[in-house]
């Protein structure tokens, strides 16, 4: 029902100051923009709000609010249009002034499905993947490989990107001789690695899995491995296997105080690789800060922080070797850290250099020197170039939704959506 209100009778300031004490609440709420600008500005005329004083020009435009309840910085527009026009309508919008769109929806959901496939990685890392995937030929990157990283987040807020996007214990202290206290001093030169522990829990008396991650401080290449327990000869087994996966001879095994390192087992294998073994310092927490935060990135990120069972050890440990190693060595960016000093000595650190951890590892002066025995450039190039960034998330996709459909009942939602933390956080709130 439209409701018309007549005003005409009302012509003086005085009315209105009775009027607005006697007339709170009302509105002309059923009115359209043109019926309120065209009552405003037979308002304006009416009282003469022009040549009204200041107290007057007051009273009027509260009235002017109370009726048609628009905000007071676009009343102030509206009477300065009336003043250079002598009229108030509304605005073409024809004429407004908007920035050309330069990501279409396409651009979005190819977003989305590089944020599925990789887990949601950072703005710099992202756009590496795009000039990658635009590198190895698709065009659909073309757009999105010359995007700002800013940007990134921006269009990650858009709600077309949002239809298609899938939205750690103790360790055991031990008092022992073994490994050197010290922060390693890697001058540039790979095989100074960054050990931790990342515990699955324990839930009913059931224990957890055990990730174990192994990262290289001048590379960030990254070795994770997965074992039921940490006992001194399963560790010297797994640790093993683990350092196979590096290319480059080991030099120093860097861990904190725990005894699943600082044991005989694990100093005898370290001997037998002639590699020099350390440990963090007491109070030093940057001393093994890099492994700490790779666990955080990447252990968590993909596994969560909820009960894994011992059992399920031999399955992730087979996903690790087989397919997620080589995505985190070979396309999987990584920030590496620009390092200035200001006037009073202050270090400061800039991401600005995003690469894969093996092009991190041939972009050193003379790579060959430092690769394993029986390994070349040319196979880490050929293994590199493989698979696109995308072309490969896409074949370990299914190989990680089967991991989580086996390592917890109805994990199939929580593998699409890049980790186990939606079902597990139902379990455990459950």
Known sequence: MMMKMD??????????????????????????????YSWLQTAIRRFGFHDLGRKGKGLV?????????????????????????????????RRRHRFAQTYSREDLELLAETDNLHGRLSGPATRRIFEGERISGDKRYKRLCGISPSHIYNLRERPAYKAKALTVSRTKSVQTAIGVRCRPDPSGKPGYLRVDTVHQGDLNGVKGVYHINLID?????????CVPE???????????QALCGFPFRILEFHSDNGGEYLNKKVAGLLNRELARQTKSRSS???????????????????????????????DINGFYVKWYNRYLNYHRPCGYATITFDQKGRRHRKYEDYRTPCEAFLALDKPGQYLREGL????????????????????????????FKKVLPGGAAAAKNGGLATELRRSTVG
């Open 61 to 93: 435009r509260r009235y002017m609010q109370q009726i048609t309840g628009t905000s007071t910085s676009q009343l102030t527009r509206l009477i300065k249009r009336h003043l250079l026009t002598g009229v108030i309508k509304p605005a073409d919008g």
């Open 217 to 225: 401080e001048v590379t960030q290449w990254e070795v994770l491995a």
């Open 230 to 240: 940490i006992g001194e000869v399963t560790m010297e087994l797994a640790l093993g």
């Open 376 to 403: 070349s450039i040319e196979e880490l190039e050929e293994t590199a170039k493989a698979y696109s960034a995308n072309g490969y998330a896409r074949l370990m996709q299914p190989e990680k939704e089967k991991l």
């Open 284 to 314: 030093r927490t940057n001393d093994n800060a890099l492994v700490e935060g790779k666990n955080g990135s990447v252990v968590r990120k993909l596994m969560g922080h909820w009960h894994i069972p011992m059992g399920y050890a031999g």
């Open 7 to 36: 005003d005409s009778e009302i012509t003086t300031v005085a009315q209105i100051k009775r009027l607005l004490s006697a007339s709170k609440g009302l509105k002309l709420k059923s009115a359209t923009k043109e019926e309120k």
